[in-house]
């Protein structure tokens, strides 16, 4: 099942969104995530944590869940 994650602004980084969606606890630890951990954009492999996501993008982490970043109403 997939998560709902809202933003207030037209992109987020990665490293950022990891923070809201609450799978780290800390911006401090994007870092060391994408490092031990697989992520997919919009089923893609990507590791950046500088990878800017929009309204829309689909992130999986197999293990963890799956995200859609939707905007704030």
Known sequence: ME???TIE???I???QFLKLAEVIQ???MAKWF?????????GEQDQ???????VGDK???PEIGIFVVREEC
């Open 59 to 61: 992130i999986e982490i």
């Open 48 to 54: 950046r944590r500088g990878r800017k996501l929009t």
């Open 13 to 15: 980084t990665l490293g």
């Open 9 to 11: 602004t037209e992109k």
């Open 26 to 28: 800390s911006g401090g």
């Open 3 to 5: 998560k709902i994650v």
């Open 34 to 42: 994408l490092s031990e951990y697989t992520v997919y954009v919009n």
